[in-house]
Every structure is written in structure tokens, then in C-alpha cells.
């Protein structure tokens, strides 16, 4: 076959990528350098040169799209059918090893599978048989528990609890799950995994012959591997298998939810004939942006090392803007993403990132105000967010008991002992009597209609609902939202939860009261404060947000901004505790992966890049005055100018950057001064003459403030 096909447009290092004969292959392929590219031609070249059959290839992605792409795409280089390969995600080629061997698995042939929100209604199940208090002991975290620890390959009888109550607990369920999986012929996804990699390490025969029909494995996003996907591919892949994984240790950003970056690390030890090749060509990114991305990652010490570069040009400088709060943030992005329209580009090639979900509500607010659509990216909008949708949903009964959907929503919220048979007899009680649903839990405690528990539980939700009202309504808006998160536990019910998620959910509980302190009820003069919030939240709610198919603004986190790119890309919030996140500030190993984090957003951008952080911030509820992110800090100040509102670029000189520069009014930058109200500080930027002179201090307990020289009073040190 004429291989010229296979090898036409690839660059160097991708070409000896492709090519390469080593029987271990480490392709350390940095952002947008072509790794799926080398990894379709690599399939390729082993059936075309290699002479090996598509049938001893084994081809590991993280996303169905993803395989579905390398098939089709191999399939094209070729000219012929690769549907003899196994090419899809671990769970995928998991899950098509034990529908061929389930009696071997122990499973029934007719195994199904649970998803995410399955595999809760069974642990909830089975917890409930056990007697277990929801309030004391979540299901959620049950179920986080059960699949970290499948996660890391281990059974109940595999984990040592050495008396502590969490733990032995936990196991107890798991055990019991596991029983009620066993009796329902049910597999759960972090099941697929454990059960694939029990099967061929306890059948020899299976695993030999599975060793000996694979003779080339390769593997994609190897640096979002967990512990149970390592073991299962190094089952497979025997002494005669060639391997050749592909990822990038500098954007290994999923280290909460199980992933390892020491897999990839290890690879070349555990395998002694492991050959490494880079992959440094960028072909997504300007070469500001990249150098950029390079200086920041630089920072990190846990590196196998690569640099960045493109043929491309160096592009615009990096713009800064340091807005005076969040809100000024948001208009200023909304501006800029309206002057880009203006110019004739789509809103669909900008992006707006951020570290965590509860920043998005403001943003929102100014995309709407300038009639921008924008699309929540893999995730809902702030109003729309579950643990929101509860506050508001108490809220909404205290104010109209008869909001029977209100009701519906939050009886059992968090969990109070009121099981689905109570519920039902409320709804019952309520048609019979043609009445709300309030009234008729109302007439069943009266009447004791229910068991005893129950009836105390109903009891017991209608006096909080009551309560909340009288003791609350005649508070402020923001008082009102944070008591009755308090009253009603809701807090307390996600504190308990673990991972990201549960992180997000309280953040974005406490961004509902800020929410509610910053909202302006003149714009409702006929209606109470709270009535007029509720309003305003079911209309934020609403259908405002863009279709998939409309051109439309990108907003999303920064981890779900991975693999994605943009020709314009907004990253706001760059401040300290912030982004680095103050759960990651104090493990070194936590703080790596989030300036990994930080490479992968700069790295999304194509053309232009925007980096912003505000002198105040209200988040979470609390007014900080937060000190500029060290990602800011790290890159080089000839890569960056500063943004103001008058359309004035500087160029921003951050402390360290410059000791010499000359300043305003015989101050110098990087100069330490004394504020009679702030104190120490040091100065990082200015702009003006005269009295309208500004300097930017940072200072040691406030963080970076913009103040006029005239007023300031400031002393040098």
C-alpha cells in the first residue's frame, strides 16, 4: 500500500510519532499540537506497514464522540471497514468484555446498566433498610464513597476502617449495595471497570488470550487516567504488546475526581524500552498566547517538560483589566463581546471561563442587559441550578402557601422521613378534597392520617415553613436568603457531600444571598422586596438562554473548557483564593493542578486573550478584597497590557517585574507606600498627570486598589 497518504501533512515530530517502531511510545502532545491526528495515523501506519490486523488493535478514548471520530477518520485514511477493532472509551470496551464473558464475570447475561442518578435510588434503597438517618448519613456521599473505592480497585472487604465510624459505615452500605447490584443484575459505570479488571486477572485463560490477540494497544488522554484503568491496561498489555499512549501532564486537571497524573510519569519507568516523543507545534494559538502559557506552567516542578511554539504569528499582547468590582467585570466582557459583533465575527467564537460556577450569575445578568445570547456550556444557569431552585422553592411557601409546586419540591428536602407513600397521601387528601396541597398536609397531621414518624416529620416541615416566615420577612432580602438555607439545612445537607460538585453547590447557595443583597427592587414598585426577587429569579430562569444551534456566547468552568477552543476568550476572576482556589492553596500537589488548570484556559484561546480580575469581589456571600492571581503575576510583562475604560493601553508592571520604572508625581513602580486606612503596600501601575494622576497599590491587607494621588495621602517607605 502507498503509505504516502498516511504521512502527508505531518510535521516532523508527528511523522516520527506515527512511525516510530518502539514497542512502548510516549507522545507527550502539548495543546492543540494534532494528537488525534498522530494517534489516527499512527492506527494507520501498524495496518498499513506493520502488516497488523485491525483486529489486534485496541484504541482507547475518554469520550464516545472521540472514538467515534478516530474510527471514521482511520477508516478514511485506509479506504476500508476498521470495524474489527475495539475503538471506544474504558467503560465502552469494558462493558463489550462482559457482555462476552458474563457467566466468567458472574453476571447474568441480561446485566444492566445503572446510570448515575439509578445508582443513587439503589443506594438510597438499600440505606433505608438499614435503617440510616438521610440527614446524618447523605446517600450522595454514600455513593461517592462507593465508586472512589472501586475507583482504586477495592472491594468492602478490601478496606480498613480501623474503627472509624465514616468509614465502617460507608463499607456497610457498599456491602449492601453490592448485595442488592448482585440480586438485580445490575452494574453500575465505576462497576464496568472493576468487574473488567477482576475478570482477566482472576481467568488466566481469558487474560492470555486477550494478550495474545492484542498486539498493538493505544491509549488517549493517558494523563486523566484512574487507578483501575492503569491496572486493566496493564493487564492487557503483555511482554509481545506494542503500546503507545498519548497525553499531557500539563493539563492533567481532574485530580478530584480520581484521575493520576503519576500514570503517566511512570510510564517510562515501568516500561524500560519506552521511547518519548514531543509533540511542541501548536497549531491553535498566537505565540504571545503561547510564550504566555509556557511561562506559567514553567512554575510547576512535578513536569516531564515541553515548550510550546508556533509558526504562526505573535498576535496581540495579552490584555489585563482590573475592574473595580465583579458587576464592572461583566459590563466590560459584555462591551467588548458587543464591539466584536459589531465587527462581523460570530458571537459562537467567544468564550467566557471561570474557575468556579457561582461566578457565572453576574455575567449572566450583563449578557442579558445587552441582549448578548450566551449558552451555558455542560451546565445550567445560575437560577436554574438545583440547590437554588430549593432555596427559592421555600422561599416561594413561605410567601404563598398554596404554591403547590413549591411544596412538592421541598417536603422531603433534605431528606425529613417522609417517604414517597406519605407524600402520595397528600396529593390524595388534596384531590379529594379539591385543595391545595398545603391544606391537605395541613388536615393529616390534624387528623394523625399518617404514621407516627410521618406525621411528626410533615408536622415538623409545615411549623418550619411557618416560622420561616414570621421570624424572617421582616429582614432584609440577603438575611432572609441566608436564614433559610440555614433553618432548612440545606448547607448543611451539601457540606456533607464530597468532591467538586458539593464545593459548587455551597458556592453557589452563599452567591444567592449576594444575589439577593445587589437586587434592585425599584425595578418592581408595585410588589414586596421578596415577591419581586422570586419574580425576577423565574424570569432569569426562564427560556433566555440560547438554543445549541444558535450563534450564541460560550460561558462554562475552566475544567469544562478542555479540548475546546476559541478565537476570543475572556478568563474572569484571576485573583487569589479564587483562581488558585482557596481548597488548593496549601498542597503543593492541589496547587500544581491548578495552575495546569490556568495553562489549559490560556491555551483555549486562538487569537485574542482577556485576563481579568476585580479590586472587590462579593462571592459566596462575603465582600474581599482579593490580591491579583500569581498566574498574573507569572506571565512576562512584555507579553501584556493593561485595559482601561478610556480605551488607554499601559503597559502593567506588577511587583518584581521592574524596580527602577519611574511612576507619577516622583513615586516609582514596585515602590513600597503607607495609606493611613489601608497600610503597606506596594505599587504596581499608574496612569495620568497631575491631579488626575492614579496610582495601583497592592497592599498587604486589602489587595490592589486604584487611588487618585491628590487624595490618597500616600508616604513612601
Known amino acids: 500500500m502507498d503509505v504516502t497518504p498516511i504521512l502527508d501533512g505531518l510535521n516532523k515530530a508527528q511523522r516520527e510519532a506515527v512511525t516510530a517502531d518502539n514497542q512502548a511510545l510516549l507522545v507527550l502532545a502539548g495543546a492543540g ?92 434503597r438499600v440505606m433505608r433498610e438499614m435503617n440510616l438517618d438521610d440527614n446524618e448519613w447523605p446517600p450522595k456521599q454514600a455513593q461517592w464513597f462507593i465508586n472512589k473505592q472501586k475507583d482504586e480497585g477495592k472491594r468492602p472487604k478490601d478496606i480498613q476502617h480501623n474503627g472509624d465510624l465514616f468509614i465502617s459505615t460507608h463499607t456497610k452500605v457498599y456491602h449492601a449495595y453490592q448485595q442488592a447490584c448482585a440480586t438485580g443484575g445490575l452494574v453500575d459505570f465505576a462497576e464496568l471497570l472493576l468487574k473488567a479488571f477482576e475478570l482477566l486477572r482472576d481467568n488466566q485463560h481469558l487474560r492470555e488470550h486477550y494478550q495474545e490477540r492484542f498486539l498493538h494497544l493505544l491509549v488517549d488522554e493517558f494523563q486523566d487516567t484512574n487507578g483501575i484503568q492503569y491496572a486493566w491496561l496493564r493487564l492487557i498489555s503483555a511482554s509481545n504488546c506494542g503500546i503507545t499512549i498519548v497525553g499531557d501532564d500539563d493539563q492533567s486537571i481532574y485530580g478530584w475526581r480520581g484521575a493520576k497524573i503519576e500514570n503517566i510519569q511512570r510510564f517510562d519507568r515501568e516500561f524500560s524500552d519506552a521511547k518519548t516523543i514531543r509533540l511542541e507545534q501548536n497549531y491553535r494559538s498566537t505565540g504571545t498566547i503561547l510564550k504566555a502559557a509556557n511561562a506559567v506552567i514553567a512554575n510547576n516542578q512535578e513536569r516531564m517538560g515541553k515548550n510550546l511554539w508556533t509558526d504562526d504569528s505573535e498576535g496581540e499582547p495579552i490584555s489585563l483589566y482590573a475592574a473595580f468590582n465583579e458587576q464592572e467585570e461583566a459590563r466590560f466582557m459584555a462591551a467588548r463581546i458587543a464591539d466584536w459583533h459589531q465587527q462581523g465575527n460570530a458571537y459562537s467564537e467567544c468564550a467566557i ?33 438545583a440547590e437554588v431552585k430549593d432555596t427559592l422553592a421555600y422561599l416561594r411557601l413561605m410567601y404563598n402557601n398554596q404554591d403547590d409546586a413549591a411544596f412538592e419540591r421541598v417536603v422531603n428536602t433534605p431528606p425529613r422521613g417522609l417517604g414517597q407513600k406519605s407524600v402520595e397521601k397528600v396529593r390524595e387528601m388534596a384531590r379529594i378534597d379539591q385543595s391545595t396541597l398545603w391544606e391537605a398536609a395541613q388536615k393529616i397531621v390534624a387528623e394523625s392520617a399518617l404514621t407516627p414518624k410521618a406525621t411528626a416529620a410533615l408536622s415538623g416541615f409545615i411549623e418550619l415553613v411557618k416560622l420561616g416566615y414570621e421570624e424572617f420577612h421582616p429582614l432584609p432580602l440577603s438575611e432572609q436568603i441566608q436564614l433559610t438555607i440555614e433553618s432548612t439545612n440545606l448547607m448543611e445537607m451539601y457540606a456533607k457531600e464530597k468532591g467538586e460538585k458539593a464545593l459548587a453547590r455551597k458556592e453557589n447557595l452563599a452567591e444567592l ?194 487611588l487618585v494621588l491628590a487624595y490618597a495621602k500616600l508616604e513612601a517607605c
Open 33 to 124: 499540537s494534532g494528537k488525534t491526528r498522530v494517534l489516527v495515523h499512527r492506527i494507520a501506519w501498524l495496518i498499513a506497514t506493520e502488516n497488523i490486523s485491525p483486529h489486534a488493535i485496541m484504541a482507547v478514548t475518554f469520550t464516545n464522540k472521540a472514538s467515534h471520530e478516530m474510527k471514521n477518520r482511520v477508516e478514511s485514511l485506509l479506504g476500508r471497514s476498521a470495524s474489527s477493532m475495539w475503538i471506544g472509551t474504558f467503560h465502552g470496551l469494558a462493558h463489550r468484555l462482559l457482555r462476552a464473558h458474563a457467566r466468567d464475570a458472574e453476571l447474568p447475561d441480561t446485566f444492566q446498566i445503572l446510570d448515575s442518578d439509578d445508582q443513587l435510588r439503589v443506594i438510597k
Open 353 to 385: 471561563l471561570y474557575r468556579s460556577n457561582a461566578q457565572s450569575r453576574v455575567i449572566e445578568e450583563f449578557l442579558l442587559q445587552r441582549q448578548i445570547p450566551y449558552r451555558i456550556y455542560g451546565g445550567l444557569k445560575f437560577f436554574e441550578r
Open 513 to 706: 444571598a449576594s444575589a439577593a443583597r445587589e437586587f434592585d427592587v425599584e425595578d418592581y414598585p408595585d410588589l414586596s422586596p421578596m415577591t419581586a426577587f422570586l419574580a425576577h429569579a423565574s424570569l432569569e430562569a426562564g427560556d433566555t438562554q440560547a438554543e445549541q444551534y444558535e450563534d450564541c456566547v460560550q460561558m462554562m468552568t475552566l475544567h469544562s473548557a478542555k479540548g475546546l477552543e476559541f478565537p476570543l476568550v475572556f478568563i474572569a476572576g484571576m485573583e487569589e483564593k479564587l483562581f488558585p482556589h482557596m481548597m488548593s492553596m496549601e498542597e503543593a500537589d492541589k496547587l500544581e493542578e491548578e495552575r495546569r488548570l490556568a495553562y489549559v484556559g490560556i491555551t483555549r484561546a486562538m487569537k485574542k486573550l482577556y485576563l481579568l480580575y476585580a479590586e472587590k469581589r462579593r462571592l459566596w456571600g462575603k465582600e474581599t478584597y482579593p490580591a491579583v492571581s500569581r498566574f498574573i503575576r507569572e506571565i512576562p510583562a512584555q507579553l501584556k497590557e493593561e485595559v482601561r475604560l478610556n480605551s488607554q493601553l499601559s503597559q502593567p508592571v506588577f511587583a518584581g517585574e521592574s524596580e527602577s520604572a519611574q511612576g507619577a508625581n516622583g513615586f516609582n513602580l514596585g515602590q513600597f507606600v503607607e495609606h493611613p486606612k489601608f497600610g503597606v503596600g506596594v505599587i504596581l501601575n499608574y496612569e495620568g498627570e497631575g491631579a488626575q494622576a492614579r496610582v495601583q497599590v497592592n497592599f498587604d491587607s486589602v489587595g490592589a486598589k486604584w
